[in-house]
């Protein structure tokens, strides 16, 4: 009843969507040596210990793309699934410095994603946003020149997000960043309490001003910060399949997303990697209806959540709601 209820995909990253048979074949067309024989190869080396496992392999994988055509295969890739998963709507994340870092020119990065997003409505059905996640492993002067670069480049993104190894890299590290992006009308996220502490999540709001958390889950560990949160009802992207791949959460069964709905957080679920943690949203529903019971009045207020913290103009944020409410009758 509720399987094709629109629902908006707010945390992605766009390079955590590179499948393996896509990563061989750019390697192929690029001349790029890869550790791995095939597909099979690669899919081997999947299996994490935690996210800076998982980090390693992310970052070494996205050597082969280079063109801006390859940003365009990956992009138009995933908008294509989307769209089967229920997509309706998407706010892509790419990591500007892990090409820029590795020789690739920022247009090329930023003008092979748009080619695709550009039409993404037209093409797939699916309006998506662009938004540039910040490494908080590298250092606050880098992510600097690369937001201006963007600002100056007329970049069409509509606002930046915080991403990479967490623990050790507190948000009060890119308060200058935060504060550029605020001043230059950006909208800000930041990735927190993932692995980091309930602390990092208070800082991510407080400090940098974030108007949408992704991750979030450690916030369990500090009440009054649920209280907080609650009262607030601050945006919480939860990713389930990413948590139980990279070991933050022990089994899907064990996933708190159910009860942080039921405590009244604003909480929708996502993809965050799908091409490494084993699925797209449908795949993400269907594996909480099998291991959470998840019933269909959570399906729907997680779709309902999703489109209510979503960046979209009014207009269609209340029309794809108008079209849940009249789905789930
Ligand atoms: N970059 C891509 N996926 C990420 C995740 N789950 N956490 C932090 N940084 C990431
Ligand atoms: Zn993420």
């Known amino acids: 009843m509720t399987a094709d209820l629109p629902y908006a995909e707010l945390h992605l990253h766009v390079e955590g969507t590179l499948e393996p048979e896509l990563v061989m074949a750019l390697a192929r067309r690029n001349g790029v040596a890869l550790p791995y024989r095939d597909t099979d190869e690669l899919r081997r080396a999947y299996a994490f ?38 997509v309706r709507h998407a706010e892509i994340m790419f990591d500007p410095q892990a090409h820029v870092s590795r020789g690739v020119p920022l247009e090329t990065v930023v003008d092979g994603i748009w080619s695709v997003l550009a039409t993404s409505e037209r093409d797939h059905g699916v309006t998506t946003l662009l938004v540039a996640a910040f490494l908080r492993d590298r250092d606050e002067d880098e992510a600097l020149d ?3 670069r963007l600002l100056a480049a007329g970049a069409p993104i509509v606002g930046i997000g915080l991403d990479s190894a967490e623990v050790g890299h507190p948000p009060s590290k890119f308060a200058r960043l935060f504060e550029r992006a605020r001043s230059a009308g950006l909208r800000r996220i930041a990735h927190a309490g993932e692995e980091g502490p309930p602390e990092y999540v208070a800082e991510a709001l407080d400090v940098l001003g974030a108007e949408r ?10 009440d009054a910060l649920v209280a907080r949160l609650v009262a607030e009802q601050t945006p919480l992207t939860v990713c ?3 948590n139980v791949a990279l070991r933050a959460v022990p089994s899907l069964e064990e996933h708190p997303v159910l009860v942080m709905l039921e405590r009244g957080l604003n909480v929708s679920v996502h993809s965050d990697d799908p091409a490494y943690f084993g699925g797209y949203l449908d795949d993400t529903l269907h594996a909480l209806e099998g291991a959470l019971g998840l019933t269909s009045e959570q399906r729907v207020a997680l779709a309902e959540n999703s489109v209510r913290s979503s960046f979209l103009p009014p207009e269609r ?7 849940i409410r009249a789905a789930s009758r």
């Not at 392999?57 to 998963?85: G, I, K, N, W």
């Open 317 to 323: 944020r209340d029309a794809l709601l108008a079209e």
């Open 240 to 242: 389930p399949l990413s």
């Open 213 to 222: 958390i992704d991750h979030g889950i450690r916030c369990l560990e500090d």
């Open 146 to 148: 690369v937001l201006d």
């Open 49 to 86: 210990g935690d996210l800076q496992s998982f980090l390693d392999l992310y970052y070494a994988t996205m050597s082969v793309l280079r063109e801006p055509q390859d940003f365009a295969d990956m992009t138009r890739a995933y908008l294509e699934r989307a769209a089967r998963a229920g």
